[in-house]
Structures are given as C-alpha cells and as structure tokens.
C-alpha cells in the first residue's frame, strides 16, 4: 500500500492483477496511524550459475525460451531480457533498460499483430476457439514484457536512483500503451467470448465452483471471466479511432506520469527532512535502540555530504555512533519517525518531526524540493529537453492529487459509471459503495466508544505526569503529536512493560526461525535459506526457498529485502511476485519478493525489531504464501493474480494472529546475546496488550477507507470543497475526538490510493480483516494447543486459501474453508470491541 512504493509488474493484459503494494501489514499500517488521526506507514552472495541450475530444474525451457525468444546477441547482453531465469541483479544497470523494453515491444508489437490476424480469420470463418488457442498464447507473448518491467518497477522501489528513475519514466508511456493495445483488442476480446460460449454449449466445459476435482476447468474459466470484465475495463467497448478512446488512452498515459510523481515527490520529500539533536537533555527516557539509530543517522549523513574518500574516512572515524552522547539525526522514514513520536519527550521537536511528516510533498515542502532539484542538476551538468514539458508534474502533490480524480472521474464516465468507485467495485468482492459504509458503520458502533475512552485516559495521564504545559489551562486537548506518545506512556504505565524491553528477544534470524518453524507446523512446508543461489540488489536481501515435507519437492522461493534504507528504498511494507507459477510459461516454482522497513542492524547489535515489526514480516508473508503456495497453474489467476482486491489482505491478516501464540511465539522469542527464552510475565503482558488501543486503530482505519470512498464517489475535483475540507469533514464522522490540523497534508502522502493499487479499495483492509479473523477463528475452535488438530486445520487452510488463488471467487474459497461466510464476530472479539 501498501505501501507506498511501486511495485508494479504491468502484465499487459488487465485480468492479471499484479497487486502493486502490499504496502503496510496491519501492525505496520497501526504504528504509523497510532501517530495521529491522520496519519496512515544475512547476504546472500551471487551466484550466476547456481541460480540458472535451480531454475533449470523448475522451467519447461522449450515453453520459457518460446516465451522468451528475443534475438540471442541482444540477450545475451542485455539481462533484463534473459527471462527464463532469476533476475541477474549484479549485472543490471538503468541503461539497460530503454534498449530491452525497445527490443521487446518490437516483437511484441508484431506478434501480436500476427495472432489478431489469426483470430479474425478463424472467427470469420467460424473455426471453434479454444482456450489453449487464446489466453496461453498471450501470456506466452506478454512474458518477456512482464519479466523486464517488473524488475525495473522492484528496483525503482528498492534501489532508487536517478538514473533508473528517468529511465523508468521514459519507459512507463510505452507499457501504458502497448497495455492498451491488448486491453482494447476487439479480435481479443471477441475471442475470448467465443472460448466462453464454446465452454457454456458443452456438458464437459460446465465449471462447478464447490467442485474441486474439477479445477483445472474452474481456473481457466476464472480467467476468462476475468480477462473479459477487464477488457470492459480497459475500453475494449470504444469504436477505433473514436474520441472516447482517445481521450481514455490521454487519460491513462496522464494517470501513469501522475502516480510516479506522486510517488517520487514522497520520497524525495522524505530523504529531504532531517531533524539533528544534539542536547541529551531531548532525548532523555529515550530507548536505547532509537537513539543508536539516531546517531548512526547522523553518521550516515555527515559521510554522504563528504566530498572525497579521505574526507568520509575523517567523518567516519570524527561521527562515532554515540546512542548516549550524540549528536542524533531524525528522519521520517518508519522506524526513525515512529520512534520520535512515541519517546522524544520535547513536545517542541514532536511537533517539527510531526508537521514534517505530515506536510510531505505538499505546497509546503515544494519550493524546497524544486531547490534541491534544480542544484542537482546544476551540480550534474543535466540538460534535457524533456524537462521542459510544460505540464510535467512538479514537486506539489496537491496540485496532482487533483488532477488524478478529475481524471477518474472522466475515465469513469467514460466507461458508463457514474464515479469511479462504482467502476472499482465492478471487480471487487463489495457489491457497492453503500455496503462498504455499513460495514464501517458496523464496526465504528463499537470502536467510537471505545477510542475515546482511551484518549480519555491518555489525556489524564499527560495531565497527571507531564507538567504544567499539559495542564487543562495550557492545553485544551492533547494535540496529534502528543497523542502517541501519551498513548505509549498509558500502554508501559498499564501493562508494566516496554517495547524496549522486548527488542532484545525479536532478533531477526530468530524471529525468521520461528516463523519457518509455524509455516512447517501448519502447512507442512520447510524453509531452507539458500544465500548464495541467486543473485541480489542490495547485500541485506536474503534468498530462501520452500519445500514440500510429504514429497521433499521444492515448491517455492522468495527474496526478502528486510530493512530500511531511506536513502533509495521507499517506506511500508509490500510483497511482488518476481516469477508467477504457469503452466503456459512452464513455470512451476513461484517466485516471491518480500520487502519489509524493519530496524537495521546498528554498530555490533544484529536487527532487533519492534513486535510491530514482528507483525509486519508475519504479514507479508501471508501475502507470500499464497503466491508461493498455489496450485494453479493459469497464470492470470495464480497465487494472488486474479483475487479480488478485498479478499487478498486475508491470508496476510491471518498470518498476523500467529504473533500472539505461545508455542509460535516462543519458537523464536529468545535473547539474542544469553538465548533465554521471552519471561512468561513478559508474554502474558504481550497478550494483554493486544486489544490495547483497538478502538482508536480501528476509527482510523475506517476513516482512510472511507475518506478514499468518499473522494473516488461523491467528490468534485472542479468544486468548491478542497480535498482537505473531505479529510476534515469524514474525521468528524470516525474520529471526531482527534481532527486533523489546519496544515495537515496526510492526503499529499497517501500513496496507497494515488501511486498504488488502492483508489475506492483501502476499505479492503477491513474487508479482508473480517474472513481473516473468522478464519483464524477455525484454529481458535479446535484448540490452539492441540496439535493435530491445528495441522489438520492448517492443511485446509493451505489446500483451499493458499492453493487455489484466483481460481475460484473468494467467498467460495473461504465457504470450503469455513463451511459457511464470515462473519464480523471474531473480528470484533480479536478486537476487544465485541
């Protein structure tokens, strides 16, 4: 979302939904809210024929290389076409990429032409359409296409740099149209229809979705259905040439410029902000691990502004980090901003971190940012006549933000919807707009009650312990930087435990330990890391692949990338998919990325992480199962392609629940220098917490869901009301004990629905969060400590949820699991709010 950088692997045709961002878990998403009421947030060595043994293993390589057939000088040359094997990220380079994405639309262009020619004559001359005839083919031909883009959208979110970026939004125009090419094919589309009546008029093509012998035929069906909405969609409907389509293909190329900028003046604005502290008396009561942080920030930064190598050597050996003495540097990326906002106990510096954060990328920060711009290019002597495009998007996101729902709006319009929300619910699991209110109505009952109890009883804390600056004379109410610190004070005060007592027991390696041990206990699936098989992008990021227990088969592999790096890695938390199982593109090991901002490793201390943090690699790899664990073999509906985009947080959301059983907890909960286990109190109090603060959690999830709703639905760009004015205006709704301020500018932040997969779906967290609850309730009814039965249970939950992917429609999916629906109960019990 999240979430949010860009993760996206534009799979030409639109049925393929590549889920951009998995940007923020729930922890993740809950930390960065918890901060206001408007805000949302070992190496592996390379080794190239290693890699290329291991996938050999697992590709039909007359399929792949069919599906790859690019000129051999041209590939053998250029990486980003070697489609047939894992990335080869050591020998990647931004120049690289205009001449492969050039090579590939080429033949593209002309295969394509060559199959709707083969389409029309076989149409005309009414010759019976097979599906093997249509969608395997396309998806041999959108491969290669696939494969280099979606590398180059990964490495633009985890190893930003100039060169890529321009390099990306060269490019960016010709995917957005070669996608229009294939979405508004009528020979495409027509043949699509005739596989579907083929399908309709015989006995044996009837697909029955409670029939799971029979899902080599539900998949296929699956993606046809879903090939043909989208196209719908994607404006297959338009007459060639007429103004309508026209103006959709304006619009498209337009919103593509536009998400990049926004999601680029978000990091830029970001890397820009830096708070140094220097009086120890501002970080007094201050965790440890915060203020290493800090320090080795401050470090960093002092070696980055340093103009030859002896000068950073000089900075390295002069900028010590000192966690005690200083000086600090506070950022705004995740685990520097949370930390400021719950400890730096100088309400003063609270609110200049804050105000940063929240007015990132917005007319406050522009003229900043268009300054650092403009040196740079000074400094690097760039001259490019491209810069001088009039409309090109500056460094304001409000201006953008604007012109991007003006846009939806039209493109919705333009397809016969009355808003764009309605257009975005056409291929969800909520049936409308009204349905996802009542769904936040439902829960707002019980968390408005409960959110302002709490608040209630920060605020008297504050009063009680903060001074006479806190007092009701001084201050009225406690303002959104004081909220999260205030809260965290209530949370040690009531449950007698620190974060920071716990970060000595979550050490990344073990807490990876224990998560594998979960994933073979329930699913019966074996980790093994395998540093060293393939090659990577940065040497934090770890390589790992899945094995099946009964048959030993490996089944999987997934790259995680697990710190933050605010320098070129854009913040949240997502999951893409580097390699799709496929049957057509004989592709039988998926292959996940995992990317996560976790704590990084500071001085000689390994990366301890929050339980927040904890939550959030749990997470995304809920997210990773179940594009790592399908057994669909259609690649439009593998794994996570093809579901619904409110049903795809369930398997993430689910995953989530783990964090708080004993026997997984204390699979990895141990010291990292004495390996004691995590103290029983010490648990108990974690279990105890975990309810502690739903109510405000809640109220603010519902209101980004339906403060998206409301500006993709009722919205008009072209009227009096300021996107600001909707912010505040939906706040008085889901949480009116806590408005945002005259400045607040979360909205120029909110990557989630302006540069990611989320416009009119946010709402999808709570969604999703209610099949996830009720799902893990099934484990709850058997008993969490009886072992069988959980197995058991967790074989379900892999042979259905996990398994099937797109390949059948969610609430069938989750009617095999469960026997019946979901229901809210087990959401608002896990909540405390029931």
Request: net charge negative.
């Amino acid at each position: 979302m999240k979430v949010s950088p860009i993760a996206l692997a534009f799979t030409v045709l639109a049925s393929r939904n590549a889920h951009p961002i998995r940007a923020f878990s729930n922890a993740a998403k809950n930390a960065l809210l918890h901060q206001s009421s408007s805000t949302a947030t070992h190496s592996a060595a390379s080794s190239p024929s290693h890699a290329a043994s291991i996938v050999a293993s697992r590709v039909n390589m007359s399929s792949a290389v069919e599906a790859a057939s690019v000129t051999s000088s041209v590939a053998s040359s250029n990486p980003l076409l070697e489609c047939t094997d894992l990335p080869k990220f050591t020998a990647i380079e931004p120049s690289q990429l205009t001449p492969a994405i050039g090579s590939i639309l080429e033949k593209l262009e002309a295969d394509f032409a060559a199959l709707e020619a083969k389409l029309v004559e076989g149409v005309n001359e009414k010759v019976i359409m097979r599906y093997d005839d249509v969608l395997p083919v396309v998806e041999r031909m959108q491969h290669p296409l696939g494969y280099a883009w979606g590398i180059a959208s990964h490495l633009n979110g985890v190893k930003n740099g100039d060169e890529l970026r321009a390099a990306y939004e060269e490019n960016q125009p010709k995917i957005v149209n070669a996608n229009m090419k294939f979405s508004q094919s009528k020979p495409l589309y027509d043949a699509l229809l005739a596989v579907q009546r083929g399908w309709e008029g015989t006995e044996d093509g009837e697909c029955k979705d409670d029939d799971v012998d029979d899902f080599a035929t539900a998949q296929r069906r699956r993606a046809i259905e879903n090939a043909i909405r989208s196209m719908k969609l994607g404006g297959v409907g338009f007459e060639e040439g007429s103004a309508e389509q026209i103006r959709y293909k304006e619009i498209k190329m337009r919103q593509a410029e536009l998400s990049t900028a926004f999601s680029n003046n978000v990091l830029d604005a970001t890397k820009a902000f830096g708070l140094v502290v220097t009086s120890p008396e501002d970080v007094d009561g201050v965790p440890e691990s915060a203020r290493a942080m800090w320090a080795q920030a401050y470090r960093q930064d002092a070696i980055k502004e340093c103009k030859d190598d002896d000068e950073k050597k000089r900075a390295l050996e002069d900028a010590k980090i000192d966690a005690s003495s200083g000086p600090w540097r506070i950022t705004l990326d995740g685990p520097s901003y949370i930390a400021a906002m719950q400890h730096l106990p100088n309400r003063a510096l609270r609110k200049e971190v804050y105000m940063g954060y929240m007015t990132r990328a917005s007319e406050f920060t522009a003229d900043i940012l268009e300054r650092m711009d403009e040196e740079k290019r000074k400094k690097d002597a760039i001259v490019d006549e491209k810069e001088e495009k009039k409309d090109k998007p500056g460094k304001n996101n409000v201006p953008i933000i604007k012109e991007i729902l003006k846009n939806k709006k039209e493109l919705a319009g333009l397809l016969g919807y009355s808003n764009y929300a309605e257009m975005s619910l056409a291929s969800k699991m909520a049936p409308s707009v009204t349905s996802v209110a009542d769904l936040s109505n439902l829960i707002l009952e019980k968390a408005l009650p409960a959110a302002e109890r709490e608040l209630a009883a920060a605020t008297a804390l504050a009063r009680e312990q903060g001074g006479d600056e806190y007092s009701e004379t001084n201050l009225e109410k406690l303002m959104p930087w004081d909220t999260s610190f205030w809260i965290e004070r209530l949370k040690e005060k009531t449950f007698e435990l620190k974060e920071e007592e716990l970060r000595p027991y979550f050490a990344l390696d073990a807490v990876l330990e224990g998560m594998f041990k979960l994933i073979e206990r329930i699913f019966d699936i074996e980790v093994r890391d395998a540093s060293g098989k393939a090659e990577v992008w940065h040497p934090d990021v770890q390589f790992f692949e899945l094995y099946d227990k009964g048959s030993g088969e490996h089944v999987a592999s997934f790259f995680l990338d697990p710190y933050s790096r605010p320098a070129d890695k854009r913040g949240g938390a997502w999951m893409a998919d580097c390699l799709g199982k496929s049957e057509a593109l004989g592709i039988n090991v998926p292959v996940a990325y995992l990317t996560c901002n976790g704590s990084p490793p500071v001085g000689d201390k390994p990366s301890l992480m929050t339980f927040r943090e904890v939550e959030t690699l749990f997470h995304e790899t809920g997210h990773g199962l179940q594009h790592m664990l399908t057994r669909a073999t259609v690649g439009d509906v593998a794994g996570i392609n093809g579901v619904e985009w409110d049903a795809v947080e369930l398997p993430s959301q689910f995953m989530e629940n783990w964090c708080y059983d004993k026997p997984t907890v204390y699979g990895f909960a141990k010291h990292y220098e004495t390996g004691e286990p995590l103290p029983d109190e010490m648990f108990e109090k974690l279990l105890q917490q975990k309810t502690f603060g739903a109510g405000m959690m809640a109220c603010r999830q519902l209101l980004f869901g339906m403060l998206d709703m409301e500006l993709h639905s009722k919205f008009d760009p072209d009227g009096d009301e300021t996107i600001f004015d909707v912010h505040r205006r939906i706040a008085d709704i889901f949480t009116p004990y806590s408005k945002p301020v005259d400045e607040d500018r979360f909205l120029c932040g909110f990557s989630h629905i302006f540069a990611g997969g989320y416009s009119a779906g946010y709402y999808s967290y709570k969604w999703a969060e209610v099949m996830s609850a009720d799902a893990f309730g099934a484990f709850e009814e058997v008993g969490l400590d009886n072992e069988d039965a959980i197995r058991e249970v967790g074989r379900k939950f892999r042979d259905t949820v996990l398994s099937l992917g797109g390949g059948v429609a969610p609430m069938d999916v989750f009617k095999r699991f469960r026997g019946r629906e979901p229901s809210p109960e087990a959401l608002l019990r896990h909540n405390g709010l029931a």
